[in-house]
């Protein structure tokens, strides 16, 4: 079945820090992929997208790009804010709009 | 603001009751999704409708039902609660069947104790 791995967090950096979070994906077919982010107290929200392999999605300064033949759709900034502290989940969607998402990684920036 | 509404945003029921959460999805979108979010479990897909009909279950327990309305709004019921129920509910809708971006409420905490 499909399924989505990220890396375990918390990931803790300082502000103006370079960030990188992994994902990799298992899915048959050609899902979309995409970037959640969960702040303290929220609901889920829609960071970044990509439908297709090589496409790249950005927003906030934030990118990930499609990687189809690694099966890698990697977050990275690379300027966090303390306003970036958050829970970040990678994402896919094969069939039927569900989403099927990784575990969350807690990203802790400190002044 | 995502423009998706879930009442209540707190619920503590006993175990063995019945609870029904209410998700009304952003104007215009017609696909409702139902997620459960657990410590242990993660993000776990539950349901999915579209216009009124179910499209798409996931792990979704015999105990828990759902359905939309024809003014589009959803509910999840939940019965004879257990303690491994309690959780964080998301409601999330989009505009078609499948998936290009959904939008989340602010989830429903539920606490069964």
């Known amino acids: 079945g499909n399924s989505v791995t990220q890396m375990e967090g918390p990931v803790t950096l300082s502000e103006e820090a370079f960030l990188t979070i992994n994902c990799t994906y298992t899915a048959t077919g050609y899902p979309s992929l995409f970037w959640y982010v969960q702040y303290p107290g929220e609901g889920l929200q829609l960071l970044l997208k990509a439908t297709k392999a090589d496409d790249k999605g950005s927003n906030k300064g934030f990118e990930a790009t499609y990687r189809k033949e690694t099966t890698s759709f990697h977050l990275e900034k690379g300027s966090v804010q303390v306003s970036d502290s958050a829970v970040y989940f990678c994402a896919l969607s094969a069939s039927w709009g569900k989403l099927q998402f990784g575990a969350g990684t807690q990203v802790v920036v400190t002044p | 603001d995502s423009g998706v509404t879930q009442t209540p945003k707190h619920l503590i029921t006993a175990t063995g009751q019945r609870v029904t959460l209410r998700c009304s999805p952003r104007s215009g979108d017609l696909s409702v999704y139902w997620y459960q979010q657990s410590l242990d479990q993660g993000l776990q897909f539950l349901i999915q409708?579209?216009?009124?009909?179910?499209?798409a279950k996931g792990n979704i327990l015999e105990r828990f039902s759902a359905q939309q309305f024809p003014d589009l709004h959803s509910e999840l019921n939940l019965s004879s609660l257990e303690l491994g129920d309690s959780a964080l509910y998301f409601c999330?809708?989009?505009?078609?069947?499948?998936?290009?971006?959904?939008?989340f409420g602010q989830g429903t905490r539920l606490t069964v104790v």
């Open positions: 999330a809708s989009s505009e078609g069947p499948q998936n290009t971006e959904a939008f």
């Open positions: 409708y579209y216009n009124g009909e179910e499209r």
